[in-house]
């Protein structure tokens, strides 16, 4: 549908039926925004456009948030059927290891052995676990003694070129003796190992090894906060930063436009006024209580035509499986009275109570997907709230994260930061800087 807006320049209008039904991901509600277009909300009894009030727009936003959480919720069914693929030892993916491939067995798909790659992955455990070669070094050799090579991987051209982070993975994947990683979980799996567990445990202390060394060297220097976070006003380059020692031997980090081929006027500005500068605009993040709890408000309406949707199809579970306790609680007493034999009721007790677990766990799964999704939304106004505080007490790597979540295509112009912030945090900015929260409550959020 997004690319069908997009090739329609004429389109000026989008009825929906619900916020989740328009928008797959974020980014598509990005476009939609970003095109001007009006979305009517049928079942919100909303419309969304471009003379809609700014917090109707931020509520929205928020929402789009949350509908992606829910459908994320959704798909969880369709996970659990993997989970219990790998709780019984069978690895649910598809993307193998190079080394294995995938076989049937008994109609299932499994992981079995692929021989014609089975001795590139022995001889890379091994020759890594003797401590003499780095990953580059030991791609070197694995490419001259000729297991890496065009013809060999005639079939997958995709891994023709082992890189050395895929090279790196693949040392670190426990598959190789006979576990495997499947959702953060590390599963005992049934396939057949291609090295001894001993030997996968000397190539990770290896790898620890280096990678530790790697990490002392990187952290020596600290990081320049604010770059890549900023291009220039003037000019649109991008921005520098170096350190410079003054005389009296204390040392400024500067941040500067790069000029690239362009006769741009703009000095260097000094990392402390920008710091300043971002400081006082996150505080400006900061709502009011009233205005927090009025978000809130707009929240739970919506909330609530999901609630209702959602509880009627608990009410539904628990209607079944109240019939079924019944029919087990009877069902007993025929065969108390002798009027059933003791197979059948056994059959048949089994039956339910298998059913009413599995109603337990729906229920259950219901009530907690609308918690999730009011607490992801209030989550976006905590984190908002909070910004300045969680800056100020962060370190230079934290901070440079929790701008690049907060912010993008900010500018540094005469001195000055012009910050952006990113959807929905534009929108709580917006709404926080203005005082009068009470005069726009006319429209419903
Ligand atoms: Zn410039």
Avoid at 53 to 62: E, V
Avoid at 74 to 83: I, Q, T, V
Wanted: some cysteine.
């Amino acid at each position: 549908m997004i690319e069908h807006l997009h090739g329609n320049s004429d389109i000026e209008a989008i009825l929906v039926e619900k916020t989740d039904r328009l928008y797959r991901n974020f980014k598509d509600y990005v476009i939609i925004d970003d095109l001007g277009l009006t979305v009517y909300l049928v079942k919100e009894n909303e419309i969304i456009g471009k003379e809609a009030s700014s917090h109707q727009k931020f509520i929205h936003g928020i929402k789009v948030l949350m509908a992606k959480n829910y459908v994320d919720n959704l798909s969880e069914e369709a996970r659990k059927g993997l989970n219990q693929k790998a709780e019984s030892g069978i690895y649910p993916g598809s993307n193998l290891p190079i080394g294995y491939k995938l076989g049937k067995h008994d109609g299932k798909s499994i992981p079995v052995v692929d021989e014609t790659h089975k001795e590139l992955a022995v001889q890379m455990f091994e020759l890594y676990a003797s401590g003499s070669y780095s990953i580059l070094s030991l791609r070197q050799r694995l490419k001259a003694e000729g297991f890496i090579s065009p013809e060999r991987f005639k079939e997958d051209l995709r891994r023709r070129t082992l890189t050395k982070s895929t090279m790196h993975r693949l040392l670190r994947n426990p598959f190789y003796y006979g576990d495997f990683q499947w959702n953060d979980k590390l599963y005992t799996g049934t396939h057949p190992p291609l090295i001894p567990k001993e030997l996968w445990n000397k190539v990770q202390a290896n790898l620890d090894r280096f990678e530790k060394k790697e990490m002392l060297s990187k952290h020596q220097a600290t990081p320049f906060i604010f770059k890549g976070l900023f291009v220039c006003g003037e000019c649109g380059r991008s921005i520098t930063a170096e350190k410079k020692v003054k005389k009296s031997g204390k040392e400024y980090t500067y941040y500067h436009c790069t000029k690239f081929e362009t006769n741009c006027s703009q000095k260097a500005i000094n990392e402390t006024v920008i710091e300043k500068q971002i400081t006082s605009s996150l505080h400006g993040l900061e709502m009011p209580q009233e205005a927090v709890s009025y978000v809130a408000m707009g929240l739970k309406t919506s909330l609530t035509t999901k609630r209702a949707t959602a509880d009627k199809i608990k009410r539904n579970f628990e209607e079944e499986k109240k019939l079924l306790e019944e029919r087990l609680d009877s069902l007993y007493e025929d065969k108390l009275d002798g009027n059933i034999a003791k197979d059948f009721y056994e059959r048949k007790a089994d039956e339910y109570s298998t059913r009413i677990k599995e109603l337990d766990e729906k229920i259950s799964k219901m009530t907690h997907a609308s918690l999730d999704y009011y607490d992801f939304g209030s989550k976006i106004l905590e984190l908002a709230n909070k910004a300045s505080f969680l800056y100020e007490k962060a370190n230079p790597e934290e901070k440079k994260e929790l701008l690049s979540f907060l912010l993008s295509n900010s500018t540094l112009k005469d001195r000055k930061a012009l910050l952006q912030y990113k959807k929905p945090f534009d929108r709580v900015l917006e709404r926080a800087s203005c005082s009068d929260w009470r005069g726009r409550r006319g429209s419903n959020p």
